[in-house]
């Protein structure tokens, strides 16, 4: 077991979180969903979110959708949690994401997306020239 898990720390401080280049484009990670009628609907998360739903409203029929990709004993349990909380009539909890997503769609987050990133990008030029 000799070196397992160990952490050197010899890199410490080497790494440059500047790459010259300004925000990357890697700060958005899309989810594609797919539900049960094979609708596919794409979610933006941060990049930082590391626990993503597994579970999520097909865009087009509202029936629940499961992420692509995920191992299908995964996908499964979620979506038999999802149903069960239906089925007995819990609501269950929506997040700040949810309630933003009945007010916009998906293209109307994009162009604000946009928006704000440029206006952020436009304040790190003026800040760094
Ligand atoms: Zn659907």
Redesign the pocket.
Known sequence: MAGKGRIVGSNMGSISYENGDGPSTAQVQRVRY??????Q?EVPFSAEVTDVPAVWD??????D?VADGLDAEVSAQALSAAGHAARHGKPVPKTPWQHVLERRSIPELEVILAERLALLRGKKHRASA
Do not use: E, K, L, Y
Request: include cysteine.
């Open positions: 797919v539900c049960a009628d094979q609708h609907t097909c865009g087009s029929c509202r029936q959708a």
